[in-house]
């Protein structure tokens, strides 16, 4: 299950615990995710920094130390317009 802040998902959680299992902070801009933080807690083993190009697509990510992920990390969300921005 999601919550929502407006168009942005916030919160992914499991419907049926209710376990906090991603969270996304967003920018300014309307489809500017910032940040994607996996666990239910925020303290940085799963917290993923997303970095953007001059036309607004994911073209990198970085943890929290600034190290690249590992190769496994999932496809990001889609935005509004229903497109998932590259990795």
């Not at 967003?26 to 500017?32: I, R, S, T």
């Not at 917290?47 to 690249?68: R, Y």
């Amino acid at each position: 299950m999601h919550l929502h802040d407006g168009d942005h998902i916030v919160l992914e959680y499991n419907g049926s615990s209710g376990v906090v299992q991603r969270r996304f902070l967003w920018g300014p801009g309307a489809d500017e995710p910032i940040l994607e933080d996996e666990g239910a807690a925020m303290n940085c083993t799963g917290t993923n920094f997303l970095h953007e190009d001059h036309q607004g697509s994911i073209v990198a990510v970085a943890g929290c130390s600034g190290s690249h992920p590992s190769a496994s990390f999932r496809t990001l969300l889609p935005t509004r317009t229903g497109n998932c921005p590259k990795k």
